[in-house]
């Protein structure tokens, strides 16, 4: 990834533990009001005061998640600070080990959406339909699951194996399970993640339409798009709107600040 941060336009880098942690709150309730999450998923945001480290809720819906229910774990999947007696998602791994893999990525979401799971397990690829759609080198999916992990990320081994797939990439899809989405920032990972999940309904509904479909979008023009999204104001527009629909839906957080 190689868009830069261009905080002109709003403060969307964490440039603190606290800032962070006010992020993964806000993350949590803009994707649970997007209908991305539903009582699974997860998303956290690495420390900018150690970037060994990264904040995420304990094992709970994302829906009730608060700053209290907020961990902070290392890459070996131990938790570092908050209640000690918190459970960790079991598939913490996931984000402990893209984070080791990759130090340009400062968030990670884990969802299940309904509209991407089926492109995870048949032969068609989650190609781009529309301009808002941010993959523009592909989305992967990681498909080496052994029966007994139960099709979860339940270990640094298999989190290992999900990075090494995911390589340089914005996503990668689980077979039969969801997707990873990850970002320079939390507002272009929740960007990316709301609207991959439009644009596998674009193409879900293309597909039912049982005609050829003639044009995808090309990695150049989404490379394009995306650049100006993220780098001007379309970035900041999203932001400001979901924030404005999780406070409305979310009163608890009405008056939660992740300016800054």
């Not at 690495?46 to 819906?61: C, G």
């Not at 759609?133 to 989305?139: S, V, W």
Request: some cysteine.
């Amino acid at each position: 990834m190689e868009f830069p941060i261009n905080n002109k336009i709003f403060q969307e880098e964490a440039i603190s533990a606290d800032h962070a942690k006010r992020m993964v709150v806000m993350g949590n309730k803009i994707v649970v009001n997007e209908g991305v999450f539903d009582a699974f998923g997860h998303i956290s945001v690495r420390n900018p005061e150690n970037p060994e480290t990264f904040f995420i809720s304990r094992a709970l819906a994302p829906v009730s998640v608060t700053l209290d229910d907020l961990i902070e774990m290392d890459f070996n999947a131990k938790i570092v600070g908050g209640n000690p007696g918190f459970t960790p998602f079991s598939e913490s791994a996931i984000h402990c080990s893209i984070y080791k893999a990759r130090p340009d990525v400062n968030c990670v979401c884990h969802p299940h959406p309904y509209e991407i799971i089926p492109f995870t397990c048949v032969d068609v690829p989650l190609s781009g339909m529309y301009h808002l759609y941010t993959f523009y080198d592909g989305i992967p999916v990681f498909s080496d699951l052994p029966p007994e992990c139960g099709l979860l990320i339940n270990n640094l081994e298999l989190g290992d194996k999900l990075a090494a797939v995911l390589g340089d990439k914005r996503g990668v899809l689980i077979r039969n399970h969801g997707v990873v989405v990850v970002g320079e920032t939390l507002p272009r990972t929740v960007f990316s993640t709301v609207t991959l999940r439009d644009n596998a309904k674009m193409l879900a509904t293309a597909l039912s339409m049982g005609v050829k479909i003639t044009s995808f979008a090309g990695a150049e023009e989404i490379k394009k798009s995306t650049n100006g999204h993220f780098c001007g104001q379309p970035a900041k527009r999203a932001w400001d709107y979901w924030c404005k629909r999780a406070r409305e839906s979310f009163p608890e957080i009405a008056d939660m600040d992740v300016s800054g």
